[in-house]
Structure formats: structure tokens, C-alpha cells
């Protein structure tokens, strides 16, 4: 009967968490004979509460319980490192223990013994990135935008595919076009936005249904929309390769939609827009060619010396910009994006910068999106 009573008592313990309950538990599992511990372990983790564990808005406790010789967990939780988890002796439990803001929202992985990367399997939530899936910890005041979802009963663009050679590269591609519902409508020409990573956006960010929303509500007007993919994405994007994928996009590319599609060519009425390194070759269009494009916007961005000094050094040129970052994003990005703010900030431009409990993942992209395009195609 004792061992009943101690059993309940631990049960009703996890089941009614306040305060520092989880490292009461802890503290408890560790008390009791090591024979006894994995009983108690199974039924924390049977208790129904959702995982990861999380008390008074910010404590995060992870937690895993199956046999491995080492467990830790790693992504934009833990600044990209590897966190060891604390075992407890005499069963398979193991738990870490993290401070966030109450707003945040951050992937991670479990890493069990010190190879095998596996998503929480108590946690529901998950985010696909450019390297798979990852566990997704939502803390208690991230609110996912109505836009991230896909509605079935708003009108819906349509997607053209196509492919496009470039002589100043020597390759192909395979182009993807949005064109808004109802797209011809009347004689109008319609504004132009050109995503880099283009198909990573429709497949991870969802970035056509977040059109079709934001011009379902009338938050943004309708847009063609280009996505455009690297084929050699470090040296088009950041290397010896941006100055002819450049002249790809400006040149070869942007002229044949231009004759296609009825596209305006106010530059204030076209944007580019990307991530990471994909934000950089945004920017460095951009300062190249601010007549064909008005508007940048730059994710979570990289960014090279040359587009600073431009900015910093140069006239003022006639672009707006949206940019930002994460907390918890790639660190040597953090300070860049903060020194373009700054610049940006000291040449008088029109910029909007934002910064998000968040990391280096399209989770957090999509999640934003909407603010460069309800700010550069704001709805009528």
C-alpha cells in the first residue's frame, strides 16, 4: 500500500504542476530507490501534458525517456549547439531545462547518442526546414498567423511553370509564376514580386497561399508573383557568381515575364524578397538596380560588405526595405542586419525592421511574410 500511495502521489504531483513542480518531481524521482524510478518516469510521460513542459510562461523542460548511452538536443533553441541532457540513474529519463520568451517559437532535435538525429516523440508539433523536419517548441503566447494556414473556400491563384535559360550562366531552370484570382482582370497592370529560393517558398513557406489570403482580405492587392530557384546557390547568391545571376534576372529573366504577363514596371510597384543568403542577393540587386526594383525585402539576411558601403556611402537610392531577424538566429547574421538597420536608419530610408523569438527556419519566415508584402502592396 505504501508503494501505491507514493506511486499516486507522484502522479498527482505531475498532473498538478504550479510553481517549480517539475524540479520537485526531479527531486523526488531522484529520492526514491533506483528500482522504482522508471515506473514513476513512465507515468510523467503518460500523464497527458503537453511536451515539452512548460511553466510559468517561460521555463522550458524537454524531456526524453528511452534507453540511449547520451541524449542532448540541438537547433535554433540551443544557438545551434549541442545541449546535453541529465540523466537520471536507474532509468531512461533524461531532461534539459531552458528560459524563452513567452512568445517565442524555435526548432529543435533530439540527439541521442551523440548520432541519431530524432524529432521529439511527444511533441506534435513540427516544422519542415531545408534540412527535414524539426520539432517545433511553441511557447504559450505564439500565436501562428491566420495567413499560414491553407483555406479551401477563399479564390486561389494559379501556378505557371516554366523554364528559363540564361547565357550569362549557361544554365537552366525551372521558373514558377503566381498570377492572382482573376488574374487578367481589366486593363491594369499588376504589381510584381520576385522570391529567390523561389520553390522553397511555395513548398515550405507556403508563400502562394499566403498570397491568395492576404489578397482574399484585401490586406494586400493582387500581385504576379515570380519564384525563382539558385542552381548554384552559394555563388549566385553570396559568391563570384552575383554579378551574372544579376544580370540573369535583370536582363534575361525579368524581361521575357515583363512580355508575357502584365507586369508594371514602376519599380515602385515591384519587389524582390528572400532568405538568408537569398536576402543577400536581394539587397545587392537591388542598390545595383533600383529602377527595376523599388522594394526589398531581406529575412533573416546575410550581407556583404559591398551592400553596406553602397548604402552607407552612396546616395540615397529609391528603394524601401523590409528587413529582419531572429534572437536566436545564425549569430554573425545578428550584427549585420543591425548595422543595415542603423545605416538605413542614418540615410533616411524607408525601412521596416523587425526582430522575432525566433530562428534561422522557414517556420519563421512564413510565419512574417506578410509584412513586406502588406508593406510594399498594401490593400486598397
Not at 530610408?349 to 522557414?362: A, D, I, N
Request: glycine letters at 6%; a negative charge.
Amino acid at each position: 500500500m505504501k508503494k501505491i500511495f507514493l506511486f499516486l502521489s507522484l502522479i498527482i504531483a505531475v498532473v498538478n504542476l504550479e510553481g517549480q513542480t517539475f524540479a520537485h518531481f526531479i527531486n523526488r524521482l531522484n529520492a526514491l530507490p533506483e528500482d522504482q524510478r522508471q515506473a514513476v518516469a513512465d507515468s510523467f510521460m503518460n500523464s497527458g501534458h503537453p511536451l515539452p513542459f512548460i511553466e510559468n510562461d517561460t521555463l522550458v523542460h524537454f524531456v526524453y525517456n528511452s534507453a540511449a548511452r547520451s541524449a542532448a538536443i540541438e537547433g535554433d533553441a540551443t544557438g545551434y549547439t549541442n545541449k546535453t541532457m541529465t540523466h537520471i540513474t536507474g532509468c531512461n529519463f533524461w531532461y534539459i531545462t531552458e528560459t524563452y520568451e513567452a512568445d517565442a517559437r524555435l526548432d529543435y532535435k533530439f540527439v541521442i547518442n551523440s548520432s541519431d538525429f530524432i524529432l521529439d516523440p511527444k511533441n506534435p508539433n513540427i516544422c519542415t526546414g531545408g534540412y527535414g523536419p524539426n520539432s517545433e517548441l511553441r511557447m504559450p503566447s505564439y500565436i501562428s498567423p491566420p495567413e499560414a494556414s491553407v483555406y479551401s473556400i477563399i479564390p486561389h491563384g494559379t501556378l505557371k511553370d516554366t523554364t528559363c535559360f540564361s547565357s550569362f550562366l549557361g544554365n537552366s531552370r525551372h521558373v514558377r509564376i503566381y498570377l492572382p484570382p482573376g488574374y487578367p482582370s481589366g486593363s491594369s497592370e499588376y504589381p510584381v514580386i520576385l522570391f529567390h529560393d523561389g520553390l522553397e517558398f511555395i513548398t515550405m513557406c507556403n508563400a502562394d497561399n499566403i498570397l491568395d489570403y492576404l489578397i482574399s482580405k484585401q490586406l494586400m492587392v493582387p500581385v504576379i508573383a515570380v519564384f525563382v530557384p539558385p542552381v548554384d546557390r552559394e555563388p549566385e547568391f553570396i559568391g563570384k557568381k552575383m554579378d551574372k545571376y544579376t544580370d540573369f534576372i535583370t536582363l534575361e529573366l525579368m524581361p521575357a515575364i515583363d512580355a508575357k504577363y502584365k507586369t508594371s514596371k514602376n519599380p515602385s510597384k515591384r519587389a524582390m524578397a528572400g532568405i538568408s543568403n537569398g536576402g543577400n542577393i536581394s539587397l545587392y540587386i537591388g542598390t545595383k538596380h533600383p529602377e527595376l526594383f523599388g522594394n526589398v525585402a531581406a529575412l533573416s539576411s546575410s550581407i556583404i560588405n559591398a551592400i553596406s558601403h553602397t548604402l552607407s556611402k552612396g546616395p540615397k537610392l529609391n528603394l524601401a526595405f523590409y528587413i529582419d531577424i531572429g534572437k536566436y538566429d545564425i549569430p554573425d547574421m545578428i550584427p549585420v542586419v543591425y548595422k543595415l538597420r542603423d545605416i538605413l536608419k542614418e540615410k533616411g530610408y524607408l525601412y521596416q525592421f523587425k526582430e522575432w523569438h525566433e530562428g534561422h527556419s522557414w517556420g519563421n519566415w512564413k510565419d512574417h511574410l506578410r509584412l513586406p508584402l502588406t508593406q510594399f502592396f498594401p490593400g486598397q
